[in-house]
Structures are given as structure tokens and as C-alpha cells.
């Protein structure tokens, strides 16, 4: 008796186990709870199963708010990144960036419809106010927060436009690009330390030359003078590379030069190459806007 006590038991405990076309089913039916509950049960039995794991996030997206969506999918790639191909985490990125920029609020969807048709026309001023009241909606909406962003710097709004950012990393820690402005975020409100350390989080070989140029005067802000010549050397001599003849490239290559001698002749020319370059505004702007305030230290070395 006992004996098949035991495998009725089993059997009971089997067959109460969800399986894929059960779980697809009662989402199909409309039991999004249940649906999710079966889910979840077969992701926690197979952690590495992407499939399971892509339909526990779309879920908790629809029942739980995009939060849960996107912990589950970094937990996904935190757990299983030494197993999963380049490939394979690209499609996890890819879908972590797809869950961030839904839109959950038909209203804030309309406000970021008529911001973006404003920013099309470079309409800056009158496009903040619906971009607001959008992001007022759905405050952890990527796509909705890259537009603020870009608003808000186009509109002077340059405080606000760093508080975004780092609203922007905290839904996306993984994407090189908004950490790169984030640096230079940094870097514009004399946070020289802080871009440092953001920036070394990665590899530098996975930096675009952009971000190099962030970290050589995060460097050289922060008391780093040779590791900032070994980034900025190479980007001065090699003309075809991107922002090599920039004017904050070469302020930082006048900078490097006047500690070496400052009454040289090379000082002096990498002062005049500095000053003709940067003497006319939209040379300086960088999407749009002075990260390294170029501007400014340009007023004072014309003097």
C-alpha cells in the first residue's frame, strides 16, 4: 500500500507540473496570472531556458510594472553571462532595451508623439513642456527619457539634463553609449573623479573614440597626466579618426604641451591651432551642446 501511495503521490506531483503548452494556453485564454505562475514554474526548473525567461519579462511587464520585466532579464544575463554566446546576450540586451521603451500609457505615448514632432522641427522650447508631462507618466521610459534628454540639453536645461542621464543609466547600466554621456555629464559639472570611475567600469577597447576622449580629460583633470597623453597623442596624429581635430581635442593636446614647456614653440602653436579652431560656436558643440565647456576656457586663453 504504501508502494503505491508513493507513486500516486508522484504521479499527483507530475502531472501538476506546467508544461510550455499549458502556460501558452491560459495566456491564450486571458489568465495572465496563472499564465505567468506557469511560467515562472518552468523558468525556476530550467534557469537557463531564454524562452521561458523572455515570457516570465513580457508577464511581469503586462501584471507587475516594467521594473520586475527588466530585474528578471538582468538577473537572466547576470546568471547565465559565462554561458551565453556574444550573440545570445545581444538578444537579451536587445530585449531589455525592447521592455524599456514601451510605452504602458496611451497618454504619455500622445505627449511623446507631439515633443517629438516639436524636436523634428527644432521646436526645442515648445517641445519640453509634453515631454515632461510624458516622462511625468512613465518616469522609467527609455526611449521617452532619450528625448528629454536631448530637449532638455538643446533648451539649456543643463542640471535637469544630467539628472536624466542618470535616470537613463540606472534602466540601462549595460549600454556603453549612456554611460559614455554620462561621463561627459559629469565631466561638464566638474566631476572629474566620478567620470573616471564610470568611464574605467569598462574595457577601454569597448569605448568609442568619443568616450576615449572623455576619459583622457577625466584623466588629466584628476592628476592623471600620462595615462590622459597616451589616449590623446594618437587621436591628434591620426587625422582620420573621429573628433581628432576637434577643438577639445586640441585644447587637451595645448594642455599636455603647456606642462611640458610653456614657453616653447610647440605651446605656442598648439595655443593658436586651439583658439582658430574653436572660434566659431557650432565647431565647439557636441550634439549640440559644450560637454567640456570649451567655450568658456576659450574666453579666457583669447585674453
Known amino acids: 500500500m504504501g508502494l503505491f501511495l508513493n507513486l500516486l503521490l508522484g504521479f499527483m506531483a507530475f502531472a501538476s507540473e506546467s508544461t510550455?503548452?499549458?502556460?501558452?494556453?491560459?495566456?491564450?485564454?486571458?489568465?495572465?496570472?496563472?499564465?505567468?505562475?506557469?511560467?515562472?514554474?518552468?523558468?525556476?526548473k530550467s534557469p537557463g531556458n531564454w524562452d521561458y525567461v523572455k515570457n516570465v519579462a513580457d508577464l511581469q511587464l503586462l501584471l507587475e510594472g516594467r521594473a520586475n520585466a527588466l530585474e528578471t532579464l538582468r538577473g537572466f544575463l547576470g546568471q547565465q553571462n559565462k554561458v551565453l554566446s556574444p550573440?545570445?546576450?545581444?538578444?537579451?540586451?536587445?530585449?531589455?532595451?525592447?521592455?524599456?521603451?514601451?510605452?504602458?500609457?496611451?497618454?504619455?505615448?500622445?505627449?511623446?508623439?507631439?515633443?517629438?514632432?516639436?524636436?523634428k522641427l527644432n521646436e526645442w522650447n515648445a517641445s519640453l513642456s509634453p515631454v515632461?508631462?510624458?516622462?511625468?507618466?512613465?518616469?522609467d521610459n527609455l526611449k521617452l527619457l532619450t528625448l528629454k534628454h536631448e530637449i532638455e540639453k538643446k533648451t539649456g536645461l543643463h542640471d535637469q539634463a544630467y539628472e536624466t542621464l542618470k535616470n537613463i543609466r540606472m534602466i540601462d547600466p549595460l549600454s556603453i553609449k549612456p554611460m559614455e554621456r554620462l561621463a561627459e555629464a559629469?565631466?561638464?559639472?566638474?566631476?572629474?573623479?566620478?567620470?573616471?570611475?564610470?568611464?574605467?567600469?569598462?574595457?577601454?577597447?569597448?569605448?568609442?573614440?568619443?568616450?576615449k576622449l572623455a576619459l583622457a580629460v577625466s584623466l588629466l583633470e584628476s592628476g592623471d597626466r600620462e595615462e590622459a597623453q597616451?589616449?590623446?597623442?594618437?587621436?591628434?596624429?591620426?587625422?582620420?579618426?573621429?573628433?581628432?581635430?576637434?577643438?577639445?581635442?586640441?585644447?587637451?593636446?595645448?594642455?599636455?604641451?603647456?606642462?611640458?614647456?610653456p614657453k616653447?614653440?610647440?605651446?605656442?602653436?598648439?595655443?593658436?591651432?586651439?583658439?582658430?579652431?574653436?572660434?566659431?560656436?557650432?565647431?565647439?558643440?557636441i550634439d549640440g551642446w559644450d560637454p567640456y565647456r570649451i567655450g568658456y576656457y576659450r574666453s579666457i586663453l583669447a585674453k
Not at 494556453?25 to 499564465?35: G, H, V
Not at 559629469?186 to 568616450?211: T, V
Not at 586640441?250 to 611640458?260: G, I
Open 20 to 44: 510550455p503548452r499549458e502556460a501558452k494556453a491560459l495566456f491564450q485564454n486571458y489568465e495572465f496570472k496563472r499564465s505567468l505562475a506557469a511560467w515562472m514554474e518552468l523558468h525556476q
Open 87 to 119: 550573440l545570445q546576450k545581444q538578444e537579451v540586451l536587445k530585449k531589455i532595451i525592447e521592455l524599456s521603451e514601451l510605452f504602458l500609457k496611451e497618454e504619455a505615448q500622445t505627449h511623446y508623439l507631439q515633443a517629438l514632432s516639436k524636436a
Open 132 to 139: 515632461t508631462q510624458a516622462a511625468a507618466l512613465e518616469p
Open 186 to 211: 559629469h565631466i561638464f559639472h566638474g566631476k572629474y573623479l566620478e567620470a573616471k570611475s564610470l568611464l574605467e567600469q569598462s574595457d577601454r577597447a569597448s569605448l568609442s573614440n568619443r568616450g
Open 230 to 261: 597616451e589616449l590623446i597623442e594618437p587621436m591628434v596624429q591620426n587625422k582620420k579618426m573621429e573628433l581628432s581635430q576637434h577643438p577639445v581635442t586640441l585644447w587637451m593636446a595645448y594642455r599636455l604641451a603647456l606642462e611640458d614647456d
Open 264 to 285: 616653447s614653440k610647440e605651446t605656442q602653436m598648439a595655443l593658436k591651432t586651439f583658439l582658430t579652431s574653436s572660434s566659431e560656436t557650432p565647431r565647439v558643440l
